[in-house]
């Protein structure tokens, strides 16, 4: 496959992880699996300590960068839900990869 891996991780501190594993797996991995054009989409945990929280990734595959001209993970709804009720105790690191070989 050529094309592209967009892959979100998303990280939360251990007093609210639990809460944003379950939106992220019932509300926001669903929603975006929707998108038109992101295919293969995958949620993965990141093995880490307890006492770090919780860190997860979102992974999707997309034909084209072309498919992330509308996504704005800032503005996303979504996103912006779980920023105003932890704030900085969840963060979001979004990575777009070149696959090659």
Same mark, same amino acid.
Request: net charge negative.
């Given at each position: 496959?050529?094309?592209?891996?967009?892959?979100?991780?998303?990280?939360?501190?251990?007093?609210?992880?639990?809460?944003?594993?379950?939106?992220?797996?019932?509300?926001?991995?669903?929603?975006?699996?929707?998108?038109?054009?992101?295919?293969?989409?995958?949620?993965?945990?990141?093995?880490?300590p307890?006492?770090?929280?919780?860190?997860?990734? #979102?992974?999707?595959?997309?034909?084209?960068?072309?498919l992330?001209?509308?996504?704005? #993970?800032?503005?996303?709804?979504?996103?912006?839900r779980?920023?105003?009720?932890?704030?900085?105790?969840?963060?979001?690191?979004?990575?777009?990869?070149?696959?090659?070989?």
């Amino acid at each position: 496959m050529k094309g592209y891996i967009y892959n979100i991780t998303i990280s939360a501190d251990r007093s609210c992880g639990g809460d944003v594993l379950y939106f992220v797996e019932h509300r926001l991995f669903p929603t975006w699996a929707e998108r038109q054009g992101w295919e293969r989409p995958k949620l993965l945990r990141i093995p880490t300590p307890m006492e770090d929280g919780i860190t997860v990734a #979102l992974q999707f595959e997309l034909e084209s960068t072309k498919l992330l001209a509308d996504f704005e #993970l800032a503005s996303d709804p979504l996103v912006t839900r779980i920023q105003e009720v932890y704030g900085e105790k969840v963060l979001f690191y979004p990575t777009l990869m070149e696959v090659i070989g």
